[in-house]
T-cell receptor, first 112, second 120 residues
Framework: AQSVTQLGSHVSVSEGALVLLRCNYSSSVPPYLFWYVQYPNQGLQLLLKYTTGATLVKGINGFEAEFKKSETSFHLTNPSAHMSDAAEYFCAVSEDDYKLSFGAGTTVTVRA | DADVTQTPRNRITKTGKRIMLECSQTKGHDRMYWYRQDPGLGLRLIYYSFDVKDINKGEISDGYSVSRQAQAKFSLSLESAIPNQTALYFC???????????????????FGPGTRLTVL
């Protein structure tokens, strides 16, 4: 069984600053890894995913994440935060190609 | 038009009432899911369906039932609503895709806008 831990329920950054959201997982097999974003009053939207291959994955809106097997991590970064990045971000893990286990979420606030 | 729609978007009901949440999709996906979202807990899987005749319980199915009326429709019912079922409910779908090595995958899920349910 897998579990997902997102460090920090709330992150506040200045506009233009680096955004770093941490995700660690436990899994008994090589997992599929995802980051989803939820804007206010909307459903979840896929930012990026790792299945196999290159461990650095690029997603939409300048976000990227790196799969580090030795650290069981899949941290999400954006080098320059925009006001439109204010949202809640969820890390998710799947071992079996259909069931997703989600982290508790991290809310990002961007200060002008 | 949205690919995954949910009705109603907001609902307030009383303890003991039966309520149904509906989900429809135009993506042509085989697989559909129901999740609930609670603050600080992320999303948790209630039920999932691989096709019309294949329905499975998720991690928190107690107090809920589902019906897959057609490939495009998957409804969630609360037979007798209780206050701790107050939450945001999401429907999701997934279809046949391909991984980077060409393998078939179903792991990318597409979410509806959610239904906010309040049980008084």
């Amino acid at each position: 069984a897998q579990s997902v831990t997102q460090l920090g329920s709330h992150v506040s950054v200045s506009e233009g600053a680096l955004v770093l959201l941490r995700c660690n997982y436990s899994s008994s097999v090589p997992p599929y890894l995802f980051w989803y974003v939820q804007y206010p009053n909307q459903g979840l939207q896929l930012l990026l995913k790792y299945t196999t291959g290159a461990t650095l994955v690029k997603g939409i809106n300048g976000f990227e994440a790196e799969f580090k097997k030795s650290e069981t991590s899949f941290h999400l970064t954006n080098p320059s935060a925009h006001m439109s990045d204010a949202a809640e971000y969820f890390c998710a893990v799947s071992e079996d190609d259909y069931k997703l286990s989600f982290g508790a979420g991290t809310t990002v606030t961007v200060r002008a | 038009d949205a690919d995954v729609t949910q009705t109603p978007r907001n609902r307030i009901t009383k303890t003991g009432k039966r309520i149904m949440l509906e989900c429809s999709q135009t993506k042509g996906h085989d697989r559909m899911y129901w999740y609930r979202q609670d603050p600080g807990l992320g999303l948790r899987l209630i039920y999932y369906s691989f096709d019309v005749k294949d329905i499975n319980k998720g991690e928190i199915s107690d107090g809920y039932s589902v019906s897959r009326q057609a490939q495009a429709k998957f409804s969630l019912s609360l037979e007798s609503a209780i206050p701790n079922q107050t939450a945001l409910y999401f429907c999701a779908t997934s279809g046949r895709g391909h991984g980077t090595s060409g393998s078939v995958t179903y792991n990318e899920q597409f979410f509806g806008p959610g239904t906010r349910l309040t049980v008084l």
